[in-house]
């Protein structure tokens, strides 16, 4: 027997027997290994939903600056020549006021999506607990299923949406009517914060709410597999141009704040 068995051996059974401390200590051992092994695996799942769950809404990467860009063909064309981006769609966002049925009125978040094109970055399909998302026009809106039980909207139902534009046509003694959509489908991304505050619309239809006029906010972009967001975004902020005021900022960057509580 080799001595280094002979020494261990020698330590577990002492004078030949199997001893109480032996076993406590093995026991010990074991239930510390399994404990590390089940929070380890539990704590990697649990990211992996989270960045599936991060992705899913607002893809790897995305282009934003601090106000709204017209010129979203050439920026477009940019980002399709960098190494790693193999998708883009654009968005546009805000704030409305939402009313239906004399409820209290809801403020959440809207989001233009085109509709031709988010299905290459964000799989909306997977999302919609009713309706569809085909059905989505520039008379229709996609409400969060908690959103919806609190204004009490059911699917063909009509909602009102009132625009900050409202406001500021207001002080120019002009008026602008709220616009009445009709609710086509509902999303629930099992995240708390946008399952009761966000709401779907055509890109068009968002850009008339705020008077865009053709511009957008951002791109969400869809890299590679096995792409680096990160070292994707860097590539991105090189060719971006400065005039643009735009920048390029992986997922783990956007959702930062966010990450580093969890």
Do not use: C
């Not at 093995?26 to 404990?35: D, H, K, R, S």
């Not at 960045?51 to 995305?62: E, L």
């Not at 939402?98 to 409820?103: D, I």
């Not at 799989?123 to 998302?133: C, N, T």
């Amino acid at each position: 027997m080799p001595w280094y068995l002979y020494l261990a051996f020698k330590q577990l059974f002492p004078g030949g027997r199997f001893p109480f401390f032996t076993l406590m200590s093995m026991l010990g051992v074991t239930l510390g290994v399994a404990v590390l092994v089940v929070t380890t695996g539990v704590m990697d799942g649990f990211g992996n939903q989270i960045k599936k769950m991060t992705v899913d809404t607002q893809g790897d990467v995305q282009v934003s600056g601090e106000n709204a860009f017209a010129n979203v063909a050439e920026i477009e064309n940019l980002v399709a020549g960098v190494p790693g981006v193999i998708a883009a769609t654009p968005f546009a966002r805000g704030v409305v006021l939402l009313e239906h049925g004399g409820r209290k009125p809801a403020y959440p978040g809207i989001e233009g999506i085109d509709i031709n094109r988010v299905r290459g970055v964000v799989p909306l399909d997977r999302y919609i607990h009713g309706g569809s998302i085909d059905q989505l026009d520039d008379d229709s809106i996609i409400l969060s299923v908690q959103l919806a039980k609190s204004l009490g909207a059911r699917l063909g139902d009509k909602v009102e949406v009132y625009s900050p534009l409202i406001i500021e046509k207001l002080k120019r003694d002009e008026i602008f009517l709220p616009r009445e959509l009709r609710v086509v489908a509902l999303f629930e991304f099992g995240h708390q914060a946008l399952d009761s505050s966000l709401v779907l619309t055509t890109l068009r239809t968002m850009q008339d709410l705020y008077g865009l006029q053709g511009a957008v906010h951002g791109l969400n972009l869809k890299i590679a597999p096995g792409a680096d967001a990160d070292a994707v975004a860097a590539r991105l902020n090189a060719v971006l141009p400065r005039a643009a005021q735009l920048r390029a900022r992986s997922w783990i960057e956007l959702n930062r704040e966010f990450l580093f509580i969890i």
